[in-house]
């Protein structure tokens, strides 16, 4: 857990204005008390629960199959806090459509690289890449994800 606060903090000088000057700190009980936040707000229709941090910043709770997403702007650094399942990244998306300003969303992926994940695994995805997250029936797993804004 020390590991994923300092890969946080290591990254925050990336992070948008909108988060605080202050550093924060979050210890392990608080971790796990943010992971049952997330796990109590599941949209059981997104199989996605999840509790914000920062502005930049959340732990995500998913059960099952998300839709392939693209952000178009922001990469996604997820520490993989407990459970398992797949991130399948790159590829070509499927149906996608606009569904927030510089964000796609679509039914799935055609090809792309799956990347099993598991208790204690980092992956980064850069900004403008297709992914989607892919879990078993009965698997789960929880991560924290920083959205970072990449230079120019």
Do not use: C
Request: proline residues 7%; hydrophobic residues 40%; neutral net charge.
């Amino acid at each position: 857990m020390k590991a994923t606060i300092l890969l946080v903090l290591a990254f925050s000088a990336a992070l948008p204005a909108a988060d605080p000057a202050q550093p924060l700190f979050w210890s392990s009980a608080q971790q796990k008390d943010f992971d049952k936040s997330a796990l109590s707000k599941l949209n059981a229709d997104r199989h996605l629960g999840t509790e914000r941090l920062l502005d930049s910043a959340f732990v995500a709770f998913r059960n099952g199959n998300g839709e392939a997403e693209i952000h178009e702007k922001q990469a996604d650094l997820l520490l993989i806090r407990s459970g398992e399942g797949t991130v399948l990244v790159g590829g070509k998306i499927v149906e996608g459509k606009p569904s927030a300003p510089d964000e796609v969303r679509g039914k799935s992926i055609e090809g792309g690289t799956k990347y099993p994940i598991a208790a204690g695994d980092v992956l980064y995805i850069p900004a403008n890449t297709v992914h989607q997250f892919l879990v078993e029936p009965g698997k789960s797993f929880t991560a924290m994800v920083v959205k970072i804004t990449p230079k120019p």
